[in-house]
DNA sequence: AACCGGCTCCCCCTGGCGGGGGAACTGGTC
DNA sequence: GACCAGTTCCCCCGCCAGGGGGAGCCGGTT
């Protein structure tokens, strides 16, 4: 179960994003605050996966609030920013000050699940596909991160065979090795990536190019 | 279990494409034939569920074959004509010769299993995906089915939530029915497309642009 | 020498998935 | 009225998928 702390001046936004992740099975809300020093207090005291954290918000900042969580506690949180992305600032600040990612508001629900998990699963520094393809849309900024980055050489193997409709015992002949190396490979891809399982996982490989339609 | 006739006169081309259809566990091939008498002939014993069936061969050419099979045998077999695509006017002269599709041969091995499924389980008139797109780029000719132009409505929401990555119980709540329900639709969606599971059926979303990653 | 990441293989176990049936209701067509 | 396609729901069943462990080997690093 992966515990969540959402945090956000509106409670509106708040309570849209309870209700996206609570309806998740294996996601859960566990804590919300309504600003930055409200939020560092709950988290330390909850000790969630992952914070949702707005960038504007009283009192103290989300970016100052995400340094203060990302060097001070151990374990640190995972860190998802959520933003609207005005402001090309806040992207660098954030991730100087220990963010794991970004959330855009107005992604679909799914991304914001799948980005959830892939934070709190993986330890990757991520830019979630909306925010990569805006990114990409005004000027490339340095390169767009994208989870498949992550992949080995043999999990990239695994997962282009998975992308090509294979089953892992066809996976396992291809590749010359048991079915339950490939269930391992498997395993480690859907972890990566931050998918519930193969199907989630060949739609990532899709969404982020790392196979092409055609 | 699906019955296949091969037909092509190189022994080599046979040979191949035994090899590719013999490796799936619930494709066979049940006769090869070298020209047109003889494949008409095979197929009248053996009645197979669907004959790959060169253009090009000796005495009876495919499309000749093709059209004495549709017409004269209940049920016929599904045809799918085995081309190099040098010639348009092939394709035309299939159709009307009652071909349910067309296969390239330098098609990779995963699109012709897949062709050979989606003209067996369903009764589609297709274009594989290769056809569409060389097709494509010389001149639409007509316009280009997809194998999920045959959707009804409601399969082709619950494949839209299949490539969003939701299982069928995620699928029942979104639509408001039950999962039994949600089971049968996909059912129905991987028999038509020709796709053993649901990740090869998203997988299908995506190649024939039923779905666009972004 | 100790360590670690990548690759390989193995166990057990649960649950969703997909195939096989069947059946009822709707609305439109013949 | 008979028929059909589409949608809905139900049963049983086998299988693969995915999660939980653990463990050994190799090659490069410290």
Redesign the pocket.
Known sequence: MIRVVVADDERLVRLGLRAILDAEPDLTVVGEAANGAEVVSLVRELRPDVVLMDVRMPQIDGIRATEQLTTTLDPAPRVLVVTTFENDDYVYEALRAGAAGFLLKRARAEEMVQAVRLVAHGDSLLFPNAIRQLAAGRRAPASAPSPTDRL????GQVLRLMAAGL????I?ER?V????????????V??KLGA????Q?VITAYESGFVQPG
């Open positions: 080995t050489e043999r999990e089953t892992n015992g066809e396992a590749l090795v048991s079915p339950e190396t490939v269930k391992t490979h498997v395993g480690s859907l972890a519930r399982d193969r199907t996982a």
